[in-house]
């Protein structure tokens, strides 16, 4: 069935239908996003359905999201952060049919990009992701709850790898046991994590949780950053999880989609790029433990994605919407390349972190 907003939808925001054109925008797996132009004056407003199989609970994104921009108005004024336009009744979420429905404001002149293609780009988006983990630093993370419950968790994400593993149908099975194996030969990195995890240096912030390039808005002349989008995923997190997804989607020139596997290289100048942009913002403030697990980020997201992928190309593609039968097997296989083809390149890539670290302190 055909998901568009309906007319009561757009009455709840005090828009009407025929003053309106309305059409898809953007490019995510989880929620669907309209772009609403009114014809008179061309003013523009992203309306989204929140995906609530994956979002259980709607209202902890909208506090979480209030929690934050109350914080910094008062520290950072001035800060563009982008907030829900309330509907006429003044909610952040309007419910219509366990529908949940939220709008916000389109950024004039800003674009997103899908993919890197300078390194200025991975410059400028890692900027803003390292500006708000700083911005946020301070924020008291009690009354925050996670909008998903261990989101980026890996000791639970590589369990449910495990049970997919045993429950799987036998041709799934069958058809990924190579792709299987190979991922369980890299579980070091799962173990890693867990002792991480309890280090008390090793600490939680406020974090994205969902860094790709297409959610930090560019000025679409020079491509200089914005702000960044799409917060439904801020939530108290590791450093790692939101420096780790821009090295797994911005170092690479072939996204994720990508089936020409050779395709997938580790492009230097990127990673400097990204990893000097998010430590001029954020790496003054960063620990000891935190600082040497840099190179980890990175090992740790394309794991995680990848065992993601294929734990749902096992459970019969429950999760990512998929295009064609071998989608998620396809996609798992492209992260697993991503993950070798970074490790290869750890000495040089360390180098890069450690000059890096210098500049940023
Ligand atoms: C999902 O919806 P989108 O594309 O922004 C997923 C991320 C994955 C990403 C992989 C809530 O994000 O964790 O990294 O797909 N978001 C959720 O493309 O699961
Ligand atoms: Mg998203």
New binding site residues.
């Given amino acids: 069935m055909e998901i568009k907003p309906n007319t009561r939808i757009l009455q709840a925001f005090g828009l009407e239908p025929e003053g309106l054109n309305v059409r898809r925008f953007g490019s995510?797996?989880?929620n669907n996003t309209f772009l609403l132009e009114k014809k008179q004056d061309g003013s523009k407003y992203v309306l989204q359905k929140i995906n609530v199989s994956?979002f259980k609970e709607p209202g902890v994104i909208a506090a979480n999201q209030r929690m934050a921009a109350d914080f910094l108005a008062v520290h950072h004024p001035g800060y563009l952060f982008i907030t829900p336009i309330p509907t006429v009744n003044g909610e952040e979420l309007f419910v219509i049919d366990n529908e949940y429905w939220r709008m916000i404001p389109f950024i004039a002149d800003s674009v997103t990009v899908d993919q890197a293609d300078n390194p200025k780009q991975a410059y400028e988006a890692a900027k803003q992701f390292g500006r708000l983990a700083s911005y946020l630093s301070g924020i008291d993370l009690k009354p925050f709850k996670a909008s998903?419950p261990n989101f980026h968790n890996l000791t639970l994400r590589y369990s449910a790898f495990q049970d997919a593993i045993r429950t799987a149908k036998e041709d799934r099975k069958a058809a990924a046991e190579e792709m299987i194996e190979e991922f369980l030969r890299y579980s070091d990195i799962a173990v890693t994590y867990e002792q991480l995890k309890t280090n008390p240096d090793f600490r939680d912030h406020l974090m994205h949780h969902?860094t790709?390039i297409n959610n930090v808005l560019l000025n679409k002349d020079t491509y200089e950053g914005i702000c960044v989008c799409?917060l439904d995923?801020l939530m108290p997190g590791k450093i790692i999880s939101d420096l780790g997804?821009m090295v797994r989607t911005y170092v690479c020139p072939v996204s994720?989609e990508e089936k020409d596997f050779s395709q997938i290289v580790i492009r230097e100048e990127y990673y400097e790029a990204l990893m000097q942009g998010y430590l001029e913002e954020i790496g003054g403030t960063l620990t000891k433990v935190e600082k040497e697990q840099l190179f980890f980020a990175g090992k740790f997201m394309i794991y995680m994605?990848g065992i993601r992928f294929l734990t749902d190309y096992l459970n019969g593609d429950v999760y990512y919407p998929i295009k064609h039968p071998k989608h998620n097997y396809d996609r798992a296989k492209n992260q697993l390349v991503l993950l070798q083809r970074l490790m290869e390149k750890e000495t040089i890539l360390q180098e890069i972190i450690g000059k890096c670290l210098l500049i940023s302190v």
Avoid: R
Wanted: hydrophobic share 25%; no cysteine; net charge negative.
């Fill in positions: 995510g797996h989880i994956v998903i969902d790709k799409d995923t997804d994720e994605q």
